[in-house]
């Protein structure tokens, strides 16, 4: 028994059918062109609503994150400002330093370097 499949392309859309000679195999898929990328779409949770808009699980993640990332830069950015926490003020120091050499060894010059270090920081 022989097979034939056609498969048509209108669009995004690709459209693929089986079937044989006698016509007991029949079959049809579809699916979109490119690449799969699936639903990111967070739960819901109960209760929690802000002006209205429900909150997920995922803009509450979010929220914990930039607290605790607000919070790590407001105590290095008093660290470097002041002569307290003299810890956290060497390893702020010492990471910009870190980041300045790895670039200047990336681009190889210095100049270069010192000029894109705010955008890569």
């Known amino acids: 028994m022989s097979q034939a ?9 690709i459209s693929s059918e089986a079937h044989s000679v006698s016509g007991e195999l029949h079959a049809t898929t579809e699916h979109h062109a ?6 990111t779409q967070g739960e819901v949770i109960d209760g929690l609503s802000v002006m209205g808009f429900p909150v997920t699980n995922t803009i509450l993640s979010t929220w914990i994150f930039m607290v605790f990332l607000f919070l790590g830069v407001a105590v290095l950015y008093t660290a470097l400002r002041t002569n307290g926490l003299p810890r956290v003020r060497a ?5 910009v330093s870190r980041l300045d050499d ?12 010192r000029k894109f270090l705010p955008l890569v920081g």
């Open 91 to 95: 390893f702020g120091i010492d990471m």
């Open 102 to 113: 790895f670039l200047t060894n990336a681009l190889s010059e210095k100049r270069i370097a």
């Open 5 to 13: 499949t056609t498969i048509t392309h209108t669009g995004n859309l």
């Open 34 to 39: 490119g690449p799969h990328i699936p639903g």
